[in-house]
């Protein structure tokens, strides 16, 4: 799988020079051209380092010089197990230092923190619904990147003690108002103050993680006796059926995702940090492709399977998939426009079915 950088970037859009794949307004064009001096000046200190999913290194196949945002961030794709990672990137300090000042504005995130707080119940939900047929009644959670807590809180509800963790002070201290047991910084820190969970779980946070076999690590250490690690991911493995990206690499390629995990190298991963894989299943997260992961601690000798063509499987469906989109013919795109001709007909046949309307005569 050896070649040179020009042809193995999926297509031109690829390229350093391609500009951003999403519309930006003028508070996120200020934010990117900060971060990008950050990351390609002496900003924030960026080191490369072998797929931490499997261990290899000097194979890697570059697809990507740039982001969605437009930021300058090579992505390579890891030849043994498939997974894609940013690489080089930011050290621990660089990514405190975006998490803190630019995340939430680059990312356009909504300032209601009320309404913030009531969508990450709606995922909280899914997450209660997952583990109360295990998880023991009282149990303590740890949810890492918890943002404002609203999921915690719908833990909290069913019964459980809870806490979290996560980088951004102003939605720590929203989480505080709604009284629940927040800490500012990364998860092992926090942890190391708090009870033994029974679950510690990341939705849509771990491909954020810039060194994950050192984090599952200190997950795994963290653990109470018997108990799980959930981690929720995006599955890059299925972006061409999905309406969202509907195929569009581009836009699961963004700064605040290191990763996209294929899901041999996540299996992979897991046994190297001394875990098991209990259950992994692919689900849809708001029509956009996602992988739920329930991890346990391993009692005996590391037992991965490995697939030897995971590499190269994942390369050739990620080029298939780019060749689709650029035809709109991905079966993501071809939802798209379906819902699209769905939702103007209903416009259409809603005016239609309207009664006609009478203005009121004068009696006199």
């Known amino acids: 799988?050896?070649?040179?950088?020009?042809?193995?970037?999926?297509?031109?859009?690829f390229a350093r020079d391609a500009g951003p794949a999403v519309r930006l307004g003028a508070v996120q064009h200020a934010i990117r051209t900060t971060v990008a001096n950050k990351l390609?000046?002496?900003?924030?200190r960026m080191l490369s380092d072998s797929c931490a999913c499997c261990g290899q290194s000097g194979t890697d196949v570059p697809?990507?010089?740039?982001?969605?945002?437009?930021?300058?961030?090579?992505?390579?794709?890891?030849s043994r197990c498939g997974t894609l990672r940013a690489n080089p990137y930011p050290d621990d300090d660089g990514l405190a230092d975006f998490y803190t000042h630019h995340y939430q504005q680059m990312y356009a995130r909504s300032d209601d923190r009320v309404a913030y707080f009531a969508k990450q119940r709606g995922y909280g939900q899914r997450v209660l619904e997952a583990v109360k047929g295990w998880l023991p009644e009282g149990a303590f959670v740890f949810e890492a990147g918890c943002g404002a807590g609203g999921a915690l809180d719908v833990l909290r509800e069913g019964g459980y003690q809870v806490s979290g963790c996560d980088y951004s002070q102003e939605l720590v201290d929203h989480g505080r108002t709604q009284g629940l047991s927040l800490h500012w910084g990364p998860p092992l820190a926090a942890l190391k103050s708090l009870p033994a969970p029974s679950l510690i779980y990341m939705h849509h946070v771990f491909e954020h993680v810039r060194d994950p076999l050192?984090?599952?690590?200190?997950?795994?250490?963290?653990?109470?006796?018997?108990?799980?690690v959930l981690i929720i991911v995006p599955d890059v493995s299925r972006i061409s059926e999905f309406p969202f990206p509907a195929g569009?690499?581009?836009?699961?390629l963004h700064i605040a995702h290191r990763f996209n995990f294929s899901l041999a190298g996540f299996r992979m991963l897991a046994a190297r940090a001394g875990l098991e894989v209990e259950s992994l299943e692919q689900r849809d997260a708001n029509q956009s492709p996602e992988f739920w992961a329930v991890l346990?601690?391993?009692?005996?000798?590391?037992?991965?399977?490995?697939d030897l063509n995971a590499g190269r499987a994942m390369l050739d469906y990620l080029r298939r998939t780019e060749r689709r989109w650029r035809l709109h013919l991905t079966r993501g795109q071809l939802l798209v426009l379906r819902q699209r001709i769905r939702s103007k007909l209903k416009r259409i046949l809603g005016r239609r079915d309207k009664p006609p309307v009478t203005t009121p005569t004068d009696a006199s």
């Open 1 to 13: 799988m050896n070649a040179t950088p020009d042809q193995t970037l999926l297509s031109r859009r």
């Open 40 to 44: 390609s000046g002496d900003g924030y």
């Open 63 to 78: 697809v990507s010089s740039i982001d969605r945002y437009g930021l300058p961030l090579e992505t390579v794709l890891c």
């Open 214 to 228: 050192r984090q599952l690590e200190g997950l795994r250490d963290a653990l109470a006796p018997g108990g799980k």
């Open 248 to 252: 569009d690499l581009r836009l699961f």
């Open 296 to 306: 346990t601690r391993r009692q005996g000798p590391e037992s991965a399977p490995e």
